[in-house]
């Protein structure tokens, strides 16, 4: 009854779909229900929103902002996509600190699922909130924040919509500001396990594609903030690139953000993708690893070794770096970390490509994205969260009934 994600891989199977209009009827939704999972832009490519009961959707609650200007916040509605909120946040002076690939998400989704950009400096999406609002399981309107609630704010964050329905969040702002994209290709892969630290550094975001197949780095996407743009001669023996590129190749570039230098507003750089164009390539398949950064020239070495096992089925990989946090289920707890992502082809070796892999990086103990595909087992995946178990605790007392929970909040979280 609610179809299926947004790559097609995967099926739902709910018996119920409710679209609120009102947080009202939401909360009447919640109460109605015995199980519920919301459903958001579906941009998830496992079972992480799947439920056998009701799906909730807030696609009807999008748009809405509020800004605090003392407080340097804006509060937006449950269902508001980060393509909705940007370019209104923009035009009212205000900024993110950082995007995603895709504009395309919803926030609450990415919120839930540590979803991020690229920075050194930069944390997660979800460090930038500072209070959600959330249906309890009876119904209730309840509200945590970061000022007032603490460690459990910091627990609440990343919730894997185990806690409840976020009908409102409100996230930190500043200043709006402007953004170049410069591209540069073929960079030696010997230039990036030596220098590492230095050029994911050398911009406000960079992204490294690569398809693990030569000794290069195929594209290295570098966005400077233009107040701080440093021009560059050369970079590690790279070349620059002197037409748009889309990092699938073979893709059509005009979905890509623009690029050669151009200034534009952070909305229009930051993302790999415009709001007004199909992501990626659509009928894909995405899995992503996060390890620590200072781990990062051996996870390069050992994708390198292997990568070419990943020939049939991948179409690109992306580095990218994280700042550390302090949010129980976000993979960059209290470490910096480098993700390593993978958009392969809806082919039916990737699940086993996948679990060769995760054998070759397991000395390296690394954590998946809670909205990839991956095969790690439960038992590892909860061994590399620090506070799962109060997570675990903080569940219990919000929803003891576990009417927020699915098979994969009970295989993962609870080892059900």
Same mark, same amino acid.
């Given at each position: 009854?609610?179809?299926?994600?947004?790559?097609?891989?995967?099926?739902?199977?709910?018996?119920?779909?409710?679209?609120?209009?009102?947080?009202?009827?939401?909360?009447?939704?919640?109460?109605?229900?015995?199980?519920?999972?919301?459903?958001?832009?579906?941009?998830?490519?496992?079972?992480?929103?799947?439920?056998?009961?009701?799906?909730?959707?807030?696609?009807?609650?999008?748009?809405?902002?509020?800004?605090?200007?003392?407080?340097?916040?804006?509060?937006?509605?449950?269902?508001?996509?980060?393509?909705?909120?940007?370019?209104?946040?923009?035009?009212?002076?205000?900024?993110?600190?950082?995007?995603?690939?895709?504009?395309?998400?919803?926030?609450?989704?990415?919120?839930?699922?540590?979803?991020?950009?690229?920075?050194?400096?930069?944390?997660? /999406?979800?460090?930038?909130?500072?209070?959600?609002?959330?249906?309890?399981?009876?119904?209730?309107?309840?509200?945590?924040?970061?000022?007032?609630?603490?460690?459990?704010?910091?627990?609440?964050?990343?919730?894997?919509?185990?806690?409840?329905?976020?009908?409102?969040?409100?996230?930190?702002?500043?200043?709006?500001?402007?953004?170049?994209?410069?591209?540069?290709?073929?960079?030696?892969?010997?230039?990036?396990?030596?220098?590492?630290?230095?050029?994911?550094?050398?911009?406000?975001?960079?992204?490294?594609?690569?398809?693990?197949?030569?000794?290069?780095?195929?594209?290295?996407?570098?966005?400077?903030?233009?107040?701080?743009?440093?021009?560059?001669?050369?970079?590690?023996?790279?070349?620059?690139?002197?037409?748009?590129?889309?990092?699938?190749?073979?893709?059509?570039?005009?979905?890509?953000?623009?690029? /050669?230098?151009?200034?534009?507003?952070?909305?229009?750089?930051?993302?790999?993708?415009?709001?007004?164009?199909?992501?990626?390539?659509?009928?894909?398949?995405?899995?992503?690893?996060?390890?620590?950064?200072?781990?990062?020239?051996?996870?390069?070495?050992?994708?390198?070794?292997?990568?070419?096992?990943?020939?049939?089925?991948?179409?690109?990989?992306?580095?990218?770096?994280?700042?550390?946090?302090?949010?129980?289920?976000?993979?960059?707890?209290?470490?910096?970390?480098?993700?390593?992502?993978?958009?392969?082809?809806?082919?039916?070796?990737?699940?086993?490509?996948?679990?060769?892999?995760?054998?070759?990086?397991?000395?390296?103990?690394?954590?998946?994205?809670?909205?990839?595909?991956?095969?790690?087992?439960?038992?590892?995946?909860?061994?590399?969260?620090?506070?799962?178990?109060?997570?675990?605790?903080?569940?219990?007392?919000?929803?003891?009934?576990?009417?927020?929970?699915?098979?994969?909040?009970?295989?993962?979280?609870?080892?059900?």
């Amino acid at each position: 009854m609610a179809g299926t994600n947004w790559a097609g891989n995967l099926a739902y199977h709910a018996t119920a779909l409710v679209a609120p209009a009102t947080v009202a009827e939401a909360q009447a939704a919640v109460r109605a229900a015995t199980k519920l999972r919301v459903v958001g832009s579906r941009h998830c490519f496992n079972d992480i929103a799947d439920t056998d009961a009701t799906h909730l959707s807030l696609e009807k609650r999008r748009g809405a902002l509020s800004i605090d200007a003392a407080q340097r916040t804006v509060t937006v509605e449950g269902g508001t996509r980060y393509g909705d909120l940007a370019p209104a946040l923009h035009a009212a002076g205000y900024a993110l600190h950082n995007l995603a690939s895709l504009p395309h998400i919803s926030i609450a989704g990415a919120i839930a699922t540590a979803t991020h950009g690229s920075g050194v400096t930069l944390g997660n /999406l979800a460090t930038a909130v500072r209070a959600i609002e959330f249906i309890g399981a009876e119904g209730e309107l309840s509200t945590l924040s970061r000022d007032k609630d603490g460690d459990t704010f910091a627990g609440a964050v990343v919730n894997l919509g185990a806690l409840g329905v976020m009908t409102k969040l409100t996230l930190a702002v500043e200043p709006s500001f402007t953004v170049r994209q410069d591209l540069w290709l073929d960079l030696p892969l010997a230039e990036l396990t030596a220098n590492f630290d230095a050029i994911v550094a050398a911009g406000y975001s960079v992204s490294l594609f690569t398809d693990w197949r030569s000794d290069a780095i195929n594209q290295v996407w570098i966005k400077s903030r233009a107040d701080a743009f440093m021009p560059r001669a050369d970079f590690f023996g790279a070349t620059r690139a002197t037409a748009k590129m889309h990092p699938l190749p073979g893709h059509d570039a005009t979905a890509a953000t623009e690029q /050669l230098g151009v200034p534009g507003a952070w909305h229009d750089r930051l993302p790999h993708f415009r709001m007004d164009f199909t992501p990626s390539s659509g009928a894909e398949l995405q899995a992503e690893y996060f390890v620590a950064r200072e781990r990062a020239a051996d996870a390069i070495a050992i994708l390198r070794r292997w990568g070419r096992a990943l020939g049939p089925y991948l179409m690109v990989s992306e580095i990218r770096t994280i700042a550390a946090d302090d949010l129980w289920l976000s993979p960059a707890y209290q470490r910096d970390v480098v993700a390593f992502h993978f958009t392969f082809r809806q082919e039916y070796g990737v699940r086993r490509a996948l679990h060769e892999m995760e054998a070759q990086l397991a000395p390296l103990d690394p954590l998946p994205h809670w909205g990839k595909l991956f095969s790690l087992s439960p038992e590892k995946v909860r061994a590399g969260y620090a506070r799962m178990d109060d997570f675990r605790g903080l569940a219990a007392k919000l929803d003891p009934g576990g009417k927020f929970r699915n098979a994969f909040v009970d295989k993962y979280i609870l080892g059900k």
